[in-house]
C-alpha cells in the first residue's frame, strides 16, 4: 500500500513535517496537488489571475525538484474530497498527510476531507501549520482573538521561539506510476491572448530555490538599515518574499530562524531584526484576524463602518485601477503593480488610501482589485490591510487621518525616482514639481514635454476638497 502527501499553500520541499512523515513511513508516495474550484461549495475565494499565474510556475517548480528526487506531482482539478478519496482507493493508499491550516476556507475542506478519508478506513495525520503561532494560544480572558498589533505580537514572542524548521528532503520514497497527472497547461491558469504576464515573469521566480534566494539576498544585503530604509521607494531594502511565504515555498519559521541567525553574528542589527520579524508578525496577525473572521474581505471588523457613505463612481475607480489619477505617486504605484504584480508597501498604504478617502470607493472594490492583481494577494493579508487603511479594520488608523498623496511622495520618493520609473512621461520635470506636476508653470511644462489632461491626466480630484469631503462622510456615519 501507499501514502499521500496533499500539497495545499505548502509548495517546498523543505521544513515540511507532512512530507517528512508520509516519507519516513518508506511506503511509496504520492505527492498530490487539487485545484478546487467550486468555491461556493467550500467558501474558498477563486485565485486572482496573478496569484493563478504564480501557481502555476509554482507547481512546475515544485514537479522539478520532486522528480530530482525520483518523484512527481500529480495534479488533479475538482472536488478535493472526492478526488482524494478516489485516488486513495485507486492507489490502495492507507494514510494521507498533509499541513494544517487556519485559514478557515481550507480547514472547512479538510474536515470534509476527514470525513470523507475515515468512512473508507483511510487514516489521517495532520502535521502543525506554517504559522508562527496558533490562533487558539492566543486568546484574550473572554476567548477572542486579539485586535491590537503590539499586545498580539508581545503574546507570540513570549511563548519563545517557534521550532527550528526541518531540513529539506534529499531523498523520497518512489512513486505510484499508476496514478495519472492531469497537465498544467490544461488548467489554463496562466493568460494566453493577451499574455499580460511578461512583466511578472522577468520580475519572479516562483519555487522554493526562488525564495531562498530572495532570503539570503535580503539577509546579505539589505537587513542592514531595513527598519529606516523600507519606506524609502528609490531603495530596494525589503525581502520580497511576500508571494512565496503566501504559497508556503518557505514557511515563516525558515525566515523567522535564518533572521535571527543572521543577526547572532551582529547584534549591531538587532533593532533592523526586530522590525523585519515584526512585519511577519503583521502576516500572523492578519491571518488571526480571518480565523475569526472568515469573510474578512466583505465584512468591516468595525460594525459603525456598516453604513458609511461610500460613493458608486466607476470612472474614478477605472482611472485608480488604470493609473491615471493624475497623483504622480499613487499613478505609478498602480502602475508598478499592473506590470510586475506587487507594490511597495508604502505605497499599497497611499494608493488605498488615495481610493478610500480621496475617492470615497468602498474598500472592497480596491481589496478585489488589488485580490486579482498582486502576486502575494492574501486571504488575510489583503483584506486585513485594506480594513487598515479604511479605517474600519483592527488597530486601524482613524479615518479621519488623511494621506496627502504630495507630501507621501516627497517623504518617500524625494528624488522622484521611483515615479520617473512608471510614469515616464514625468520624468523630466524637475524633483521639486514631480509629485504635483499642476504647480509647474506653462514654460516648465512645455520643457518637460507635458500637457496636462493630455500627455498626462489633471488630478481627478482636489486635494483640499477631497479631504474635506471625506471628513464630512465619515461625520455623517457616526451616530
Ligand atoms: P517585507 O518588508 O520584506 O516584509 C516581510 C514579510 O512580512 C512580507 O513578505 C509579508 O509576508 C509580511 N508583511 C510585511 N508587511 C505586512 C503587512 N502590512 N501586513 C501583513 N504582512 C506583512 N501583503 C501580502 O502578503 N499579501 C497581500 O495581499 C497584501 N495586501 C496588502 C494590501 C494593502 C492595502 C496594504 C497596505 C498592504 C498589503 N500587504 C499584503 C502587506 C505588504 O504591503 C506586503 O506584505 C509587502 O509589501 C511585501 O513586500 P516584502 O515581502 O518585500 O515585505
Known amino acids: 500500500s501507499s501514502v499521500i502527501v496533499w500539497f495545499r499553500n505548502d509548495l517546498r520541499l523543505s521544513d515540511h513535517a507532512a512530507l517528512a512523515a508520509a516519507a519516513g ?5 504520492i505527492c498530490l496537488f487539487i485545484l478546487d474550484e467550486a468555491a461556493a461549495q467550500s467558501a474558498r475565494r477563486p485565485l486572482g489571475a496573478a496569484a493563478k499565474w504564480w501557481l502555476a510556475n509554482s507547481l512546475r517548480t515544485l514537479d522539478r525538484e520532486l522528480r530530482k528526487r525520483g518523484q512527481r506531482l500529480i495534479l488533479r482539478r ?55 503561532a496558533s490562533p487558539s494560544m492566543i486568546r484574550n480572558k473572554e476567548g477572542h482573538g486579539l485586535r491590537v498589533f503590539t499586545p498580539f505580537w508581545k503574546r507570540v514572542r513570549a511563548l519563545g521561539d517557534p521550532p527550528p524548521p526541518l531540513p529539506a528532503m534529499k ?48 539577509l546579505d544585503d539589505a537587513i542592514d538599515g531595513y527598519a529606516s530604509g523600507r519606506d524609502d521607494l528609490a531603495r530596494d531594502q525589503t525581502s520580497h518574499l511576500s508571494a512565496h511565504l503566501r504559497f508556503g515555498e518557505i514557511s515563516p519559521r525558515q525566515v523567522f530562524h535564518a533572521t535571527r541567525f543572521a543577526a547572532a553574528h551582529n ?14 508578525g503583521w502576516r500572523e496577525f492578519c491571518r488571526h484576524l480571518l480565523f475569526d473572521q472568515p469573510d474578512l474581505h466583505r465584512q468591516d471588523l468595525q460594525p459603525s463602518f456598516d453604513n458609511f457613505p461610500w460613493r458608486t463612481d466607476r470612472a474614478a475607480l477605472s482611472a485608480w485601477q488604470q493609473g491615471r489619477t493624475g497623483y504622480p505617486i499613487v499613478d505609478a504605484g498602480m502602475r508598478e503593480l499592473w506590470h510586475t504584480g506587487t507594490m511597495h508597501n508604502r505605497v499599497r498604504m497611499v494608493a488605498a488610501s488615495f481610493l478610500v478617502k480621496h475617492l470615497l470607493i468602498d474598500w472592497r472594490e480596491g481589496e478585489r482589485w488589488f485580490w486579482d492583481t498582486l502576486v502575494d ?36 520618493d524625494p528624488d522622484g525616482a521611483y515615479v520617473m520609473k512608471w510614469v515616464p512621461e514625468l520624468a523630466k520635470l524637475p524633483p521639486k514639481l514631480i509629485h504635483q506636476p499642476w504647480e509647474a508653470t506653462p514654460m516648465e511644462l512645455a520643457a518637460a514635454g507635458i500637457t496636462l489632461g493630455k500627455t498626462y491626466p489633471a488630478p481627478i480630484v482636489d486635494h483640499k476638497a477631497a ?13
Open 267 to 280: 547584534p549591531a542589527l538587532s533593532h533592523d531584526v526586530e522590525k523585519f520579524l515584526s512585519e511577519l
Open 467 to 479: 479631504r474635506e469631503r471625506a471628513l464630512a462622510a465619515y461625520r455623517k456615519m457616526r451616530p
Open 377 to 412: 494577494a492574501d486571504p488575510g493579508s489583503n483584506p486585513g490591510n485594506w480594513q487598515w487603511v479604511a479605517g474600519c479594520g483592527a488597530d486601524a488608523a482613524p479615518y479621519f487621518r488623511i494621506f496627502n498623496p504630495v507630501l507621501q511622495g516627497e517623504k518617500f
Open 78 to 132: 475538482g472536488d478535493t474530497a472526492t478526488i482524494l478519496v478516489q485516488i486513495a482507493q485507486e492507489a490502495k493508499a492507507k494514510a494521507v498527510f498533509w499541513l494544517d491550516s487556519e485559514i478557515p476556507a481550507e480547514a472547512a475542506c479538510a474536515r470534509q476531507v476527514i470525513t470523507a478519508l475515515h468512512e473508507i478506513g483511510v487514516e489521517t495525520h495532520i502535521s502543525r501549520s506554517d504559522l508562527l
Open 25 to 29: 513511513t518508506g511506503a511509496p508516495l
Open 171 to 218: 531523498k523520497l520514497p518512489p512513486s505510484v506510476a499508476s496514478v495519472e497527472s492531469e497537465s498544467i497547461e490544461d488548467w489554463q491558469l496562466e493568460p494566453l491572448h493577451p499574455d499580460w504576464a511578461g512583466g511578472l515573469r522577468a520580475r519572479w521566480k516562483p519555487g522554493e530555490a526562488g525564495a531562498r534566494k530572495k532570503l539570503d539576498a535580503f
